[in-house]
């Protein structure tokens, strides 16, 4: 069965950091490209980073380049998201998703990021 | 990159067919054939409902079908049932290596 269990999330003043994580389990986690989605209370959903298999590309939604990070650890089939320089907007729950085609087919439960003084 | 448009809400009674529209702009719906539509239900997480214009994922009801045309992918339900009812979003690649989303469709069953 596919699992993937985001972990990380809490309340962070503006201006902090966070890493969250994204454990997966079920499928071969090094032979697939990996997503970031966010979506804010009561608002749809909003892409905020992709990686591909090998870790080597990765792309960034505008709102967040240059403060948020991706990366993986196909050994530990893990998947992370370091954010940095945290804002209000950024509020939100964060999902990671399995890309299937130009899709997305798996998606953990999500973990909550609070971004408030 | 600019969301999506879509329809804040569509209804239709049961065992009707409705359609959803997504429209965008040469640089995401018409300049790829990379469009998606997901269903979400309150307190879930979003479920894939088609890939790449057309595509069903395995275990998806063919009662879902989605289709493009210039800068419009659609996603047409039909056999409305109850259990349709949920918000409904459409994405797109786009020429910046990105995703977008839509607005947004509030499915309602009458």
């Known amino acids: 069965e596919v699992q993937l269990v985001e972990s990380g999330g809490g309340l962070v003043q503006p201006g902090g950091s966070l890493r969250l994580s994204c454990a997966v389990s079920?499928?071969?986690?090094?032979?697939?490209?990996m997503n970031w989605v966010r979506q804010a209370p009561g608002k749809g959903p909003e892409w905020v980073s992709y990686?591909?298999?090998?870790?080597?590309?990765?792309y960034y939604a505008d709102s967040v380049k240059g403060r948020f990070t991706i990366s993986r650890d196909n050994a530990k089939k893990s998947l992370f998201l370091q954010m940095n320089s945290l804002r209000a907007e950024d509020t939100a729950l964060y999902y990671c998703?399995?890309?299937?085609?130009?899709?997305?087919?798996?998606w953990g439960q999500g973990t909550l990021v609070t971004v408030s003084s | 990159q600019s969301a999506l448009t879509q329809p804040a809400s569509v209804s239709g009674s049961p065992g009707q067919s409705i359609t959803i529209s997504c429209t965008g702009a040469?640089?995401?719906?018409?300049?790829?054939?990379?469009v998606s539509w997901y269903q979400q239900h309150p307190g879930k997480a979003p479920k894939l409902m088609i890939y790449?214009?057309?595509n069903r994922p395995s275990g998806v009801s063919n009662r879902f079908s989605g289709s493009k045309s210039g800068y419009t992918a659609s996603l047409t339900i039909s056999g409305l049932q109850a259990e349709d009812e949920a918000d409904y979003y459409c994405?797109?690649?786009?020429?910046?290596?990105?995703?977008?989303f839509g607005t947004g469709t509030k499915v309602t069953v009458l």
């Open positions: 079920g499928f071969t986690f090094s032979s697939y490209e």
């Open positions: 998703a399995r890309e299937f085609f130009s899709g997305w087919d798996y």
């Open positions: 994405t797109s690649f786009t020429g910046s290596s990105t995703y977008v």
């Open positions: 990686i591909s298999s090998s870790g080597h590309t990765t």
């Open positions: 790449d214009v057309t």
């Open positions: 040469t640089s995401d719906i018409s300049g790829y054939n990379y």
